[in-house]
Structures are given as structure tokens and as C-alpha cells.
């Protein structure tokens, strides 16, 4: 039987990185997607020395081009895509929004955003017309999806709309095997990645609790591993003693 296979974007560092290796264990060929291709094959190599199979593409989810020659690249060595997890992203600086400069703005929507519209709208061509058809799009989407942190406009307003990309993805799928669901994450560290923003701190209120990110992988990976007709539509991982549900 042929290996699934998965696209994981962002996957250098964090979240992705441990994700990608996960999947690489439970049986997944995949394709480690990035713009820092010296962390890629990082990656490739860690999943190489546990006999994992991985591919490293260098990719740019905010231009129309990369997205497309990732997932050309992914036909090209494996012949079809069975998982995208749409992981890229960035944190913006904290700031108040009448400090928030137009350039700033434009930069985490088109990462947060537009990059993951590009990255489904690619998937959903592949998925659609392989056979066997369909496949599945996890989207990474975050507790900041519910709740905002103080001088996150930029941020909290692409994490909202990701919720809205995931259940237009989940409708306009159903007709072609393609099931989406998305993973609101809180804090997260990864003692591998000493060079991960630090998304622990809230302006005016100091650190907030973390859980190590194999946490977030394995809750990626169970996700991923369901048959088609089942689909967790929505998953929020997170500390329990973080301050989400309310304050106390």
C-alpha cells in the first residue's frame, strides 16, 4: 500500500517541525515546506535517520508561484496529496493599533492569510482530481481565533478569519472527498527551536503557562489520521492552566 502524503508548511521550526516528524513516523511521505531551506533539511535529515521519507521544498506561501511549485514538486516525487497542514505563519510585533503601520499589517495577512488560502486553493486542485480523490486540510488556526490578546489587531484579525477559511473549505469540499478542520493552539514551546518567538508573553501581564509542542503534534497527527468520512472540525490544544476559559 502506498504511503499517504502529507504537505506541511512552516514546517522549519516549532509546530510544524514537530508535526512533520510525527507524521513521518506514523507512516506519512512528507514534504517539509519553508523559506529557510538550511532548517528544511534539518528536518529532512531527522526524519531520514528514523527511516522516515520527507522531501524539502523551499517555499514562499505569500507568493502565487512558490505554493504552486511546492505543490507540483509534491505530485512530481510522491504522485498525490493526501494532507496539507496549512502551519505557516508569523506573530507580529505587540502593538496598539495606532502604532501599526500599513507594511506591518500587509505582512502578517498575506503570511497568516493569504498563504493559507493559496496553499488550500493548491491542495483542492491536486485533491480533487487524483484518484483515489479527496484528502484532507488541517488548518492552524489559534486560541486567538476566540480571544483576542491586548494589541494583537493584526494577528487576532487573520486567526479569526481562518475559521471562516476553514468552514468554506469544509462546505465547498464535501462535494469532492475533502475534509477540513482546524487546530487552535495555545502556547507552545519547543525545546528543539531555541529560535521560536516567544508567544507566551501578553503586554502588561507577563508570561503565561506553556505545554511542549509534541503535545500540538500528536493532536495534528490523530487529526490526520482519521478516514475521510470522519473529521474533527474544530480542536483547541492548549496548558490547562492558561488564561482562555477565564480568569481567577
Not at 26 to 46: I, Y
Not at 175 to 184: K, N, R, S, T, Y
Amino acid at each position: 500500500m502506498t504511503a499517504p502524503v502529507a504537505v506541511v508548511t512552516g514546517a522549519s521550526s516549532g509546530i510544524g517541525r514537530a508535526s512533520a516528524i510525527l507524521l513521518a513516523r506514523r507512516g506519512f511521505s512528507v514534504v517539509l515546506a519553508a523559506r529557510r531551506s538550511d532548517l528544511l533539511e534539518q528536518v529532512r535529515q531527522t526524519i531520514a535517520a528514523a527511516g522516515g521519507v520527507a522531501r524539502a521544498v523551499r517555499c514562499d506561501v505569500r507568493d502565487e508561484g512558490s505554493v504552486r511549485e511546492l505543490f507540483a514538486a509534491a505530485v512530481a516525487e510522491f504522485g498525490r496529496v493526501d494532507l496539507l497542514f496549512n502551519n505557516a505563519g508569523v506573530i507580529p510585533p505587540f502593538l496598539p493599533i495606532q502604532d501599526l503601520g500599513a507594511q506591518e499589517w500587509n505582512d502578517v495577512v498575506q503570511t497568516n492569510l493569504t498563504g493559507s488560502f493559496l496553499c488550500a486553493r493548491e491542495a483542492f486542485r491536486v485533491m480533487k482530481d487524483q484518484q483515489p480523490r479527496g484528502g484532507r486540510i488541517i488548518n492552524n488556526g489559534s486560541v486567538s481565533a476566540h480571544v483576542p490578546r491586548p494589541h494583537s489587531v493584526g494577528y487576532t484579525a487573520t486567526k479569526h478569519a481562518i475559521t471562516g477559511l476553514t468552514r468554506s473549505l469544509s462546505l465547498d469540499g464535501r462535494e469532492f472527498g475533502i475534509a477540513c478542520g482546524q487546530i487552535d493552539v495555545g502556547n507552545a514551546t519547543d525545546r528543539a527551536d531555541a529560535g521560536s518567538p516567544d508567544a507566551a508573553a501578553t503586554p502588561g501581564e507577563g508570561r503565561e503557562p506553556t505545554m511542549d509542542v509534541s503535545h500540538v503534534a500528536e493532536a495534528v497527527a490523530y487529526m490526520a489520521g482519521l478516514p475521510l468520512e470522519a473529521n474533527v472540525q474544530f480542536m483547541t490544544v492548549m496548558a490547562t492552566t492558561m488564561p482562555y476559559i477565564g480568569r481567577g
